[in-house]
């Protein structure tokens, strides 16, 4: 069993399991620790902080942002420097 967040094994299987490679995926996270494991596995990492979290120190994080209600698939590919991309058989 993967480790606890900040430890990225837990990223790093579901990148394994899915096939994908870090540079096309992107994390959402709430925590330091949360964001410290995403990066350990090199995925670009969004955090909305909580009340819990708020203070936490989010430093390379692509975005921080208070809430992803009006965030678009536009703002994350250029905060994230990627496109994501779907195949047209993974579309339907």
Do not use: M
Not at 26 to 40: C, K, M, P, T
Not at 67 to 72: E, I, N, P, R, Y
């Amino acid at each position: 069993a993967p480790c606890k967040k900040p430890d990225s094994s837990v990223y790093r299987q579901a990148l394994r399991r899915l096939d994908v490679p870090p540079g096309h995926s992107v994390a959402f996270e709430d925590s330091e620790n949360g964001l410290r494991a995403a990066l350990g596995a090199e995925i670009p990492t969004i955090v909305t902080p909580n009340i819990f979290t708020a203070t936490q120190d989010f430093s390379g994080a692509a975005q921080v942002v208070p809430s992803l209600a009006d965030v678009t698939l536009a703002q994350i590919e250029s905060w994230c420097d990627f496109s994501l991309r779907v195949s047209p058989t993974s579309a339907s």
